[in-house]
């Protein structure tokens, strides 16, 4: 148990059970009373009224071939398309044309009914395999398979049984024993991925029925060992191509931030002061007799009243006439379009028009602001904590809690790698930020509740009313519904992309939850091999322990910096074996800048090792190239396990089991005790016009002192003098002839 939990388990409020516990409760009692009903032996033959039976005690609907999960069972974020699951309409999207027209209906419906038992028999027999073995499938994860993968291998099942219903009377086609006809040959029509997928499935079965569960298991086997000696050589397996999330681009993420940043600040007091006043509005106009239609319209002239009159303030009071960067509205539609195509007092076309118009006039343009607000929530709180999408929609409306010592936490549940089909409770510490980003949403999500439908609605029962954190907010009221859980969480990031005026495609890639999580890594391992201390600023923290327990309580994430941190090291060292041999290969012409412009007395060395390689390749016959100076950036820095950021420019190439001036013994270097004449030290190009102004000042300061006799300022400037002087090779040559440095480097000589 962590620090983090200790602490919150003491925090002042009172806490209580979670909505993940009261799902699990509801799953364990639905198994408990459909085991005590039928045992799991005899799932596999049961009719068709003992499985509807059945199926309505674990709570999947009470229809043959319709799936149904309880929506608060799902893991958040997952699809609306799994809630209710059509196996039929499943089965047949996997079935070839040529299959379906020879399919009856009555065979369809006898393969429903194995599909069904086989799914039934998932949730409470022991079908898990690997690390969940011998323990019955998460309800999340049966949906799962009942919408992807086993419909597949039903089909296939199903196709080869009306092959063989075809050279076979139909007294031999057993409706329960299909599945055995399918062999190792029939998965090679799949997918590489699918046929995983369904391997793994036929490997469960294989179980089941070793178990005595289940009796229809496919019959896949590897070739006999003739076959392997005489046939052809196999084909090597082509790894699928694959495109990992990236980090944001740099100028990306400065973009977003700052026009985040204004949004939260200074837009967002706008967009709840009007949200309170239209709740007045709905509040007056929800108690009526009067028609719905008439209170739309009512409530819709009432928005217009109240967006034309309002004042556009930022956070410090000043009015403003337009946001400071183009904040895209909804496209105007019907009548509205032709009074938007005029803006400024010029005609545009509607694309333009929806770009810049401002301030916003309708209810559908006030919705899209509801929406924009929530993102802008949604990108801080990505940023700040780096969960994953299903991490990030566990939180509920009062995740903020407080430690003993008054640290913000974020309190949710993660759902990878963890053993319970309904999470682990965790925690994120968070920055002031992020938690004035969480208590803002809070209070647009009250207000959203009441004023998210412009035409009355019957109200939603408490009950039924989402608690997450994140809900439908959109300015298409077919499909906003501020009382429901946010689902696709990558289409708002997307959305609120296009409204800042950024492209949805940052880097080449589409813009995606897991990005930012990406991102975090890359910001966290840049700040801990260059500028740790511009983390403390940033979070404000106190000490820099504090920095790294909150960023690295996240094991996976501790991770993925440290890849970040490697792949930035082995660069580093790339830029410098580039910068010699372009270097090097300049000076043939007199040219060339001495080690490639870097300094300190480690360049020697690295160059040495330079020039050492590039007459290794080329003794090769080979020509040098990108790959070569990877593979010598990889060797300078152990695979990118060296190489220590001392401060800006200055990097310390020292490996484990070397000394120098900072430590003097076998250990980890000491940044803070760095010095000019250590072997280890490699300093960037920019810094030799900081030693050149050095030099000047130190000898003009030394002149100075010598000639007022003051002995211990002419000792100052002295040393000052002959430890800037070695730093930079080409920076020695040119102060070399000055007579005062002469004489300084003479008598340090003579010494």
């Known amino acids: 148990m962590n620090v983090a939990t200790n602490n919150l388990r003491v925090k002042e409020k009172t806490s209580k059970s979670g909505m993940g516990a009261v799902r699990d409760k509801q799953i364990a009692a639905a198994t408990a009373e459909a085991l005590l009903t039928f045992s799991a032996d005899q799932v596999a033959t049961i009719s068709a009224n003992e499985l509807l039976d059945l199926q309505r005690l674990l709570r999947h609907g009470g229809e043959l ?83 992807n993968y086993v419909p597949n291998l039903f089909a296939l099942g199903l196709t080869k049984r009306v092959q063989h219903a075809q050279v076979t009377s139909s007294s031999e086609n057993n409706s329960s024993h299909f599945l055995s006809l399918v062999k190792t040959s029939d998965l090679a029509a799949l997918s590489a991925s699918a046929a995983s997928y369904v391997r793994r499935e036929c490997e469960r079965m294989r179980m089941l029925a070793d178990l005595g569960l289940w009796h229809d298991c496919p019959s896949l086997e590897g070739p006999s060992l003739a076959e392997a000696m005489s046939g052809p050589k196999p084909a090597p397996n082509i790894p699928p191509s694959r495109d990992p999330h990236r980090p944001l681009p740099d100028d990306y993420v400065a973009k977003l931030g700052t026009r985040t940043m204004w949004v939260i600040k200074d837009l967002a007091p706008n967009i709840l002061e009007l949200a309170k006043k239209l709740g007045d509005v709905w509040d007056d106009t929800g108690a009526g007799d009067f028609a719905p239609v008439t209170v739309r319209d009512y409530r819709r002239d009432a928005v217009k009243d109240l967006l034309a009159g309002h004042i556009w303030k930022t956070s410090d009071g000043q009015p403003f006439g337009r946001p400071p960067f183009p904040l895209g509205l909804p496209k ?75 640290r913000p936490y974020a309190q949710g549940r993660t759902f990878k790698l963890v053993e319970r089909h309904d999470g682990e409770e965790r925690d994120w510490q968070l920055p002031e930020l992020a938690v004035e980003a969480i208590e803002q949403q809070v209070r647009l999500v009250r207000l959203s509740e009441k004023v998210g439908f412009l035409t009355p609605r019957p109200p939603l029962p408490r009950e039924k009313v989402s608690a997450s954190l994140w809900r439908r907010l959109s300015a298409n009221q077919a499909q906003c519904n501020p009382c429901l859980t946010l689902r696709d969480i990558n289409k708002v990031l997307v959305r609120y992309a296009r409204t800042l005026g950024l492209d949805i495609n940052p880097g080449g890639q589409r813009l995606r939850s897991h990005r930012f999580r990406k991102t975090l890594a890359r910001l966290v391992a840049l700040a801990l091999t260059q500028a740790p201390r511009l983390l403390m600023a940033v979070f404000g923290h106190k000490s820099l322990e504090m920095t790294l327990y909150y960023i690295l309580t996240d094991k996976e994430l501790r991770a993925e910096i440290e890849t970040v941190s490697r792949e930035l090291r082995v660069m580093r060292a790339k830029e410098v074996v580039d910068a010699m041999v372009d270097a090097d290969l300049a000076a043939v012409s007199g040219d060339g800048i001495d080690f490639g412009g870097y300094g300190g007395v480690a360049a020697t060395t690295i160059h040495v090792a330079v020039v050492n390689k590039r007459q290794e390749v080329h003794r090769t016959g080979a020509t040098w190239g990108a790959k070569n100076a990877i593979e010598l950036a990889e060797l300078l820095t152990l695979q990118g396990t060296v190489w220590l950021q001392v401060r800006a420019g200055v990097m310390c190439t020292m490996i484990p089991g070397e000394t120098g001036p900072c430590n003097r013994s076998k250990g980890r270097p000491e940044p803070g005790k760095c010095n000019t004449s250590c072997g280890h030290r490699l300093e960037e190009a920019f810094l030799r016009e900081d030693v050149e102004a050095t030099l000047a000042a130190a000898v003009a300061g030394y002149e100075s002192a010598i000639a007022a006799e003051d002995d211990m300022t002419a000792a100052h400037w002295a040393g000052q003098v002959r430890a800037n002087l070695p730093r930079f090779p080409s920076v020695q040559r040119e102060w070399a002839t000055h007579p005062t440095v002469q004489m300084l480097v003479a008598a340090e000589a003579q010494a």
């Open 332 to 406: 105007p539609k019907g009548f509205g379009a032709v009074a938007a195509a005029e803006v400024d007092g010029e005609a545009q076309a509607d694309e333009d028009a929806a770009q810049v118009r401002w301030p916003p006039k309708t209810y559908m343009d006030f919705a899209h602001l509801l929406g924009t607000l929530q993102a802008a929530h949604l990108v801080v709180a990505l940023l700040s904590i780096g969960p994953r999408r299903s991490e990030i929609l566990s939180l509920p409306m009062d995740c903020v809690a407080y430690a003993r010592d008054g």
């Open 65 to 147: 071939g319709v799936w149904v999960t309880p929506p608060a069972w799902l893991t958040p974020g997952s699809q609306e398309c799994l809630v209710n699951v059509d196996l039929r309409s499943r089965i047949r999207n996997f079935l070839s044309t040529e299959t379906l027209e020879r399919l009856d209906a009555a065979t369809l419906e006898e393969t429903v009914l194995h599909l069904s038992r086989y799914l039934v028999l998932l949730r409470i027999a022991p079908s898990g395999l690997g690390r969940a073995s011998f323990r019955s499938l998460s309800p999340s994860s049966v949906q799962n398979l009942a919408f």
